[in-house]
């Protein structure tokens, strides 16, 4: 009997990754997918015969960690493993709170994902042993995340540049995405790193969500 599998992400091509990696394993069957919260909880109000979620982090409309929580009140029976490209403890935290089953970040190999879905269906928790290590330190000692923030002033634009580059999307889908030139892209990501004072796309992400300048 095949393990039926929602996805909530918003990235298109992230999606389609998502599905070539369960295509590989014939006992998973991907039922539906939906590019917001707001569509997942449509969806499952339609057909809620699924049992399991792969939960993006980052979306429009409703975020996934929002998400979670409506999903876990309304249908407790429902697994949900967050699938994403933030590692910061914040995300990870409020995630696990919200009623989270797992955490795999999107490079995660299709075996070890396999492995967590059908381990996570049996009561486990699917997380890599970094995102582990991670999740079990904030539990010990839960942080604190309304800190003030960093008084950080983005332009629009680049605010819209930085959510693009948090889906894992490249210069040139950007510039697809946006009508503008990939060269112009690389100027307002320069720009980026220099406001937030960082040095690469994970940390300027990572910094972003921090300073709630864009959802994790």
Do not use: C
Request: proline share 4%; aromatic share 6%.
């Amino acid at each position: 009997m095949k393990t039926k599998i929602a996805i909530a992400e918003d990235n298109i091509f992230l999606l389609k990754a998502v599905r070539d990696k369960l295509s590989l394993f014939e006992d998973v069957e991907v039922k539906f997918w939906a590019m917001n919260g707001e569509e997942l909880l449509t969806k499952l109000e339609q057909d809620s015969n699924v049992q399991l979620i792969l939960m993006d982090i980052e979306m429009p409309k409703m975020n996934g960690i929002e998400a979670v929580e409506k999903v876990t009140q309304k249908y407790p029976q429902i697994k949900i493993i967050m699938l994403t490209v933030f590692d910061n403890d914040e995300n990870i935290f409020k995630a696990i709170q919200a009623g989270a089953h797992g955490y795999f970040l999107k490079e995660v190999d299709p075996p070890t994902l396999h492995r967590g879905i059908l381990d996570t269906l049996e009561g486990g928790a699917a997380m890599t042993p970094s995102i582990a290590m991670k999740a079990l330190k904030l539990l010990r000692n839960p942080p604190n995340f309304e800190e003030a923030k960093e008084e950080i002033n983005l332009t629009a634009r680049e605010i819209e540049i930085l959510e693009q580059t948090a889906k894992g999307l490249n210069y040139n889908q950007i510039g697809e995405n946006l009508f503008i030139s990939p060269k112009t892209v690389r100027k307002h990501i320069e720009n980026i790193y220099a406001k937030l004072q960082v040095h690469n796309k994970m940390e300027a992400v990572q910094k972003a969500v921090k300073n709630r300048i864009i959802e994790g």
